[in-house]
């Protein structure tokens, strides 16, 4: 009966800890984002203000455009997108999911329904 005992106050305690370090993850400050695309790798500065679980990213786009997100920050996954003008008009929406890891991110950028590209952040 006590290692049962044992077994599950470890396993609260493992849990707990765990708990405690998601709610620890910030990402609020600067980050240079790199995008791996067929055109190779793209690299912009971006700046993420954390509330909670609410997230929004502000960057200056490729054409020189101020560019705002919204998204959500849940323990050590991150995610945010935003709608933009297409080549051929209408619209593209571009969603960003990822993991946190300290000083640095990673993930996969959704590019509407014609692609995908590999990102990495890091902390400036």
Excluded at 1 to 21: D, G, N, P, W
Excluded at 23 to 35: A, K, R, Y
């Amino acid at each position: 009966m006590s290692k049962i005992r044992s077994f599950f106050t470890l396993s609260i305690l493992v849990l707990m800890t765990v708990s405690l370090s998601a709610l620890d993850v910030n990402v609020t400050g600067d980050w240079e984002l790199t995008m791996t695309t067929p055109r190779g790798e793209r690299t912009q500065d971006i700046h993420f203000e954390q509330k909670g679980e609410k997230l929004t990213a502000t960057w200056t786009g490729f054409r020189g455009d101020e560019v705002t997100a919204e998204g959500t920050v849940k323990g050590n996954e991150i995610e945010w997108s935003y709608t933009r003008p297409g080549r051929e008009g209408g619209e593209i929406t571009m969603t960003y999911k990822g993991k946190i890891e300290g000083d640095t991110m990673s993930g996969e950028a959704q590019m509407g329904d014609r692609a995908s590209f590999e990102w990495t952040a890091k902390r400036k």
